[in-house]
Nanobody, 120 residues
C-alpha cells in the first residue's frame, strides 16, 4: 500500500503565493517521478509540473516562470511553490507519483486533491 497526502491549498488573492506539499508513504522502494496536475471546474485534468528522479522537469506553459516544483527525496515529498497566482489557476490540485514498491512492481498513485482558489 502506498498513499499520497497533500496539504497547502486554500484561498489566496490574485498575485499571491501558495505552497503545496505532497508526502508519499507506505511500502516504497523508490519513486521514479512526482508531479502535480490540476482540474478546474468543467475542464479536464491537466499537467502542471512533473519532476522525474532523473531527467528534465516539465512545466505547463501557463505556469512557467511562476510555479516551481521541487522534491525532498529523503522525505519522499514533492512541493509546488506557486507565485503570482491568477484567477485562472483556481482548481483542485492533485499530486501524482510513479512508485516502485517493495515487491518491485510499479504503481501510479494519486493524492486526494487540494483546492486552490484565487479570488479577490
Amino acid at each position: 500500500q502506498v498513499q499520497l497526502v497533500e496539504s497547502g491549498g486554500g484561498l489566496v488573492l490574485p498575485g499571491g503565493s501558495l505552497r503545496l506539499s505532497c508526502a508519499a508513504s507506505g511500502m516504497i522502494f523508490s519513486i521514479n517521478v512526482m508531479g502535480w496536475y490540476r482540474q478546474a471546474p468543467g475542464k479536464e485534468r491537466e499537467l502542471v509540473a512533473l519532476m522525474p528522479s532523473r531527467g528534465t522537469t516539465n512545466y505547463a506553459d501557463s505556469v512557467k516562470g511562476r510555479f516551481t516544483i521541487s522534491r525532498d527525496n529523503a522525505k519522499n515529498t514533492v512541493y509546488l511553490q506557486m507565485n503570482s497566482l491568477k484567477p485562472e489557476d483556481t482548481a483542485v490540485y492533485y499530486c501524482n507519483a510513479g512508485i516502485v514498491v517493495l515487491d518491485q512492481s510499479y504503481v501510479e498513485v494519486w493524492g486526494q486533491g487540494t483546492l486552490v482558489t484565487v479570488s479577490s
